[in-house]
């Protein structure tokens, strides 16, 4: 079944069906209300270091969360979760490794190619916001572990679509958490 899979997209058997959704959850969590509240593409945001650092720390805390939950979790963008974690956490090492995997990818496919949340702001559309960020909010919670960047990304996603703010990069570049 996997080979069969494989011919359409990348497929993996595995036995750790929750990490790997955890994982999958903790990188669409740092691109796609990034995307929709500032109206960049995936180019774009990589390039910014204040967005691309935002990003780490979303990750971070989703990955910490995921963890406290019990979950073993995967590679994500090709990077050990300890070392976004950390990243989003301020350690200079990890950060550096985060960033240059970040940067290494800059340039390839579409410069325009935009998460799809980002997509769905574009046209107009309802986002799924409360379903990514929303969601690590409330796991957080009832982990006891404070996801205070994707709380504040839910607020700002909320009111760009709303219309109350229009999408703009400072939203975040401008962001100031502690």
């Given amino acids: 079944m996997c080979r069969l899979v494989s011919y359409a997209d990348s497929a993996k058997v595995t036995d750790n069906l929750w ?17 929709a509240c500032t109206g960049l593409p995936g180019s774009q945001i990589a390039q910014n ?32 979760p300890e070392t976004i974690a950390r990243a989003g956490e301020g350690d200079v090492a990890a950060l550096r490794a985060y960033d240059e995997r970040r940067l290494s990818r800059v340039g390839r496919g579409s410069p325009d190619q935009r ?25 957080g919670e009832q982990a006891g572990i404070q996801a205070r960047a994707n709380e ?17 990069p400072r939203h975040i570049t401008e962001l100031r958490l502690n």
């Fill in 49 to 80: 270091e204040a967005i691309r650092h935002f990003q780490a720390r979303l990750g971070s805390e989703a990955i910490r969360i995921g963890q406290a939950r019990g979950y073993k979790l995967e590679e994500i963008d090709h990077l050990p």
């Fill in 115 to 139: 998460p799809s949340m980002g997509q769905d702001m574009a046209k107009g559309r309802r986002t799924e916001i409360e379903y990514l960020n929303g969601f690590v909010v409330r796991e």
């Fill in 152 to 168: 504040r990304l839910v607020d700002i996603v909320k009111k760009v679509e709303r219309g109350e703010l229009k999408q703009d």
């Fill in 19 to 35: 990490g790997e959704r955890w994982s999958k959850l903790v990188a669409n969590t740092m691109a796609n209300g990034v995307s």
